[in-house]
């Protein structure tokens, strides 16, 4: 029962290079999430998908694309890195049934961008 | 829009003692709230949810209580475990039309250690 799984677990970049942040879960989810954890900052949305073939910006989108070709994948690309970036990075998914909503988190992704 | 306020830690309490973090929140509608824990190193896990007010949300001896009142959602544990310490967060998430819900918004969260 894998969940949700993120990769990598660590990453390090260079400014302006790129990389995609792979997220996959098995439970059938609709709906998918990427957020990003900085210190005092608590979490925050960069983008969400409620189904495949469908993506809306969150809280911090800039510098940030999405795409969700199948249900089960859901990746993050940076485009052009920059050290405002260095994050945690955490996927989310859940049902879009009510009640049965409850988000479920991958282990993270630690990014730093020289 | 909408917004979570948490207790600031860290807070550092002894084993057996008493804990309670403080979250309050502003929504424009009737949010469900949740209290997620994550352990060193590791993803966000859901600690316990309520749906609505007065609803009690409890699970691993942790209960927090929906008050639409003082729009609030405080934590807490009567005797905690060095195995709590942790970070904690508060949250709250919006229904959409369909009644589902899936955007989270955060409180900053709040750093217990647990000391023997």
């Known amino acids: 029962n894998a969940g949700v799984t993120q990769t990598p677990k660590f990453q390090v970049l260079k400014t302006g290079q790129s990389m995609t942040l792979q997220c996959a879960q098995d439970m059938n989810h609709e709906y998918m999430s990427w957020y990003r954890q900085d210190p005092g900052m608590g979490l925050r949305l960069i983008h969400y998908?409620?189904?495949?073939?469908?993506?809306d910006q969150g809280e911090v989108p800039n510098g940030y694309n999405v795409s969700r070709s199948t249900t089960e994948d859901f990746p993050l690309r940076l485009l052009s890195a920059a050290p405002s970036q260095t994050s945690v990075y955490f996927c989310a998914s859940s049902h879009g049934v009510a009640g049965k909503n409850i988000q479920y988190f991958g282990a993270g992704t630690r990014l730093s961008v020289l | 829009g909408d917004s979570v306020t948490q207790m600031e830690g860290p807070v550092t309490l002894s084993e057996e003692a008493f804990l309670t973090i403080n979250c309050t929140y502003t929504a424009t509608g009737y949010p469900s709230l949740f209290w997620y824990v994550q352990y060193p190193g590791e993803g966000l896990q859901l600690l316990l949810k309520?749906?609505?007010?007065?609803d009690k949300g409890s699970n691993k001896g942790f209960e927090a209580t929906y008050r639409k009142e003082t729009t609030s959602f405080h934590l807490e544990k009567g005797s905690v475990q060095v195995s709590d310490s942790a970070v904690y967060f508060c949250a709250l998430s919006e229904r959409n039309s369909g009644g589902s819900n899936y955007k989270l918004t955060f409180g900053k969260g709040t750093l217990l250690t647990v000391n023997p």
């Open positions: 998908s409620v189904g495949a073939g469908i993506t």
């Open positions: 309520a749906t609505k007010a007065d």
